[in-house]
T-cell receptor, first 115, second 116 residues
């Protein structure tokens, strides 16, 4: 158990809908990262937050947004869902701001299926 | 641009033998970190080992060691004394500073099969 929690574990929804994925980092970790893992594109970095502020942005679509709250939990919002958004979404956390200096610990993931 | 390449889509190893999983990278960042993660069939991503670009010695964590050759831009993972439980997908990843912030990129992964 990494100490990172994600809810829900599974999510099935229809095209065009909007969903929110939730992540609670390990106790004491200030950075939260979101990743998307799909069969055709592999594991892709979406976005990082550090202590409530956006720190780095990867291949995140405009239909997707995220935020980190004062209690450090984070939410990833996915809207106007398409079939291609079906994937495993991971949240990870690390202790520091400098991403290269601290290992990330991953949550169990949320499997999103868009039908 | 940053890039991670794992050229071995699948690898077989006999139980108790050592195996090397290849990873090469490309970056223009002067400072970066290299990571290996294990993803078993259950799906979770498990951190294995970290190597900083300025670290003089190769990282080791139990049966895992990272063969870091900076000039060749390679960061191969060596698993010694393979166990059946090592059968999984292994990802090499890199994180470094670049314009606009820190980004993490992953390789396509290598699926390791450990034979009894």
């Amino acid at each position: 158990d990494s100490g990172v929690t994600q809810t829900p574990k599974h999510l099935i929804t229809a095209t065009g809908q909007r969903v929110t994925l939730r992540c609670s980092p390990r106790s004491g970790d200030l950075s939260v990262y979101w990743y998307q893992q799909s069969l055709d594109q592999g594991l892709q970095f979406l976005i990082q937050y550090y202590n409530g502020e956006e720190r780095a942005k990867g291949n995140i679509l405009e239909r997707f947004s995220a935020q980190q709250f004062p209690d450090l939990h984070s939410e990833l919002n996915l809207s106007s869902l398409e079939l291609g958004d079906s994937a495993l979404y991971f949240c990870a956390s690390s202790a520091g701001r400098v991403a290269g200096a601290h290992e990330q610990y991953f949550g169990p993931g949320t499997r999103l299926t868009v039908t | 641009a940053q890039k991670i390449t794992q050229t071995q889509p699948g690898m077989f190893v006999q139980e108790k033998e050592a195996v090397t999983l290849d990873c090469t990278y490309d970056t223009s960042d002067p400072s970066y970190g290299l990571f290996w993660y294990k993803q078993p069939s259950s799906g979770e991503m498990i951190f294995l080992i970290y190597q900083g670009s300025y670290d003089q010695q190769n990282a080791t964590e139990g049966r895992y060691s990272l063969n870091f050759q900076k000039a060749r831009k390679s960061a191969n993972l060596v698993i010694s004394a393979s166990q059946l439980g090592d059968s999984a997908m292994y990802f090499c990843a890199m994180r470094g500073a670049n314009t606009g912030g820190f980004k993490t990129i992953f390789g396509a992964g290598t699926r390791l099969f450990v034979k009894a």
